[in-house]
């Protein structure tokens, strides 16, 4: 097991400088960057005993054949967002094949074919609308959402020729996959607060995602009197003052973060012509995320001498883990002697797009001072090794299916 711990850590290690850049780590898919990362993840899905694939999506996969075509699909997303941690997706793929690794050298043949995944694209940090991978997992792939574009103007199709990812057919559902396990750090501070080692999750939030445009009447910043302006920027900053102030209103059942403003054409000598920001609300409760799209138009509508635009890039209902395997997990949990709680997940994930349609359950190990998507997000080898040892017996019961002695 500590060998495996070790390759674990340097693992990380090793992929995260695929994707640093002056201290910096962001692994956008489908760039050179992530091009460095797969090339690595693939040669050690090889080394390790799997046969290597992708899908058109560009997901990368790892393949150990059992007895039975029926798939038990475990991974995480391999790209971050922009200035992000080493261990956000990327410990999910590494102990994936730490883990099926180890098995099938221990054991052979499973009863059923195990596979290991590198999704695209979760984290939406190239094409907004994020869960690229998981979504073609589940044939929710459409040809509009090949038409998102980037910052740059570059479509998500462009992008998938240019990797050589996409002929032409957009991803199927995938009907042989009988469950997914996903292992993640928590994001948050919870197991590190009430000191359990491991967080089996219940749920994930459901989420609206999108961004807002403020139209306004560019002119000279001098010579233009106040009350002759028709300025988007003190809007906008009126806008998101109210949604926040009402966000805040609905105390832990929601979460609001405007994570993005940009001002055109953004120089201080110029009234600007538009404001475009971004939006990301969720909440566990349905009625609740219910409720957000009326205020956010019924907010909107007090500034439409600004004619303001809305675009939702995301919208996903709460989804829960599968409870049987949430108990199963507990059992094993119990067996190896680790403290664990059951916990929902703030935290948006592509178990919440793959467990809508599949058998899902997700494996959460704490993060050191809760911080994440952040270069600072950390967590020890130390604080990994349960939940790993619980995703290694978790997989050898279901794939191989072998009791724990
Ligand atoms: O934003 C999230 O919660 C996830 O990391 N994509
Ligand atoms: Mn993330
Ligand atoms: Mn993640």
Known sequence: MNQELQWIENAIEALARTAEKDGV???????????????????WMENAGFETYFDQAGNLYGRIRGKSDAVFLTGSHRDTVADGGKYDGA??????IAAGGALYRDYGTPEMTLEVVALCEEEGSRFLSGYTGSQAIVGALSDADLQETD??????????????????????????????????????????????????VTAIVGLLVGDIIFHGTQNHAGTTPM?????????AAAFIDELNRWAMSKGEDLVCTIGNVTVEPGKSNVIANCVKLTFDIR???????????????????????YTPEIHYA??????????????????????????????????????????????TNMIFVPSKNGVSHSPDEFTSLQDIAPGYTLMKNYIKKSVWRRKEK
Request: aromatic share 6%.
């Open 25 to 43: 780590y962001w692994r956008a898919t489908y760039t050179p960057e992530d091009l460095n990362g797969v090339a690595l993840l693939k040669e």
């Open 91 to 96: 410990l999910g793929i590494i102990t994936a």
């Open 151 to 200: 910052k740059n103007g570059i479509s998500l199709l462009q992008a998938l020729k240019v990797c050589g990812y996409y002929d032409g057919v957009l991803p199927k559902p995938r009907e042989d996959v009988n469950q997914f396990l996903e292992l993640h750090i928590e994001q948050g501070g919870v197991l590190e607060y009430t000191k359990h080692q491991i967080g089996i």
């Open 227 to 235: 009350d002759l302006r028709r300025d988007p920027v003190p809007a």
């Open 283 to 305: 909440s566990g409760s349905q009625p609740l995320l219910n409720e957000v799209k009326e205020k956010l138009q019924s907010l909107l509508n007090e500034f439409a001498t």
């Open 314 to 359: 995301r919208q996903e209902n709460p989804v829960l883990m599968d409870e049987e395997g949430i108990c199963c997990l507990e059992t094993l949990a119990e067996m190896q002697g680790a403290s664990f709680t059951r916990i929902a997940s703030g935290a948006g994930h592509d178990s919440q797009i793959i467990g809508q349609k599949i058998k």
